[in-house]
Nanobody, 117 residues
Framework: VQLQASGGGLVQAGGPLRLSCTASRMIFSTYVQYVMGWYRQAPGKERELVATITSSGSANYADSVKGRFTISRDNSKKRIYLQMNSLKPEDTAFYYC?????????WGQGTLVTVSS
């Protein structure tokens, strides 16, 4: 299983950005067993949960991003998205895609999001 994240970049505070993460080397019937998620890690800080989503679309968010970020999932494409609106400088971090089941935990490479004030 491989996860490829994309969409990071530099954005001004208050602006939007959308991240994508595509799973490969995984058949559809396996993919839908995974809870997919986004985590982030800012310099000098621990990695933290941003949002997760099940194959049926049930989403969970960190309190710090509720109302601003939306996670979505396209099972047919084996892809998840993170729409980030009203970005703040404190959202600056490497964002990591994750695929999780009881027996497996897969991480993609990080994509850097930088929010300028």
């Amino acid at each position: 299983v491989q996860l490829q994240a994309s969409g990071g970049g530099l954005v001004q505070a208050g602006g939007p950005l959308r991240l994508s993460c595509t799973a490969s080397r995984m058949i559809f019937s396996t993919y839908v067993q995974y809870v997919m998620g986004w985590y982030r890690q800012a310099p000098g800080k621990e990695r933290e949960l941003v949002a997760t989503i099940t194959s049926s679309g049930s989403a969970n968010y960190a309190d710090s991003v509720k109302g601003r970020f939306t996670i979505s999932r396209d099972n047919s494409k084996k892809r998840i998205y993170l729409q980030m609106n009203s970005l703040k400088p404190e959202d600056t971090a490497f964002y990591y895609c994750n695929a999780n089941t009881e027996r497996d935990d897969v991480w993609g490479q990080g994509t850097l999001v930088t929010v300028s004030s």
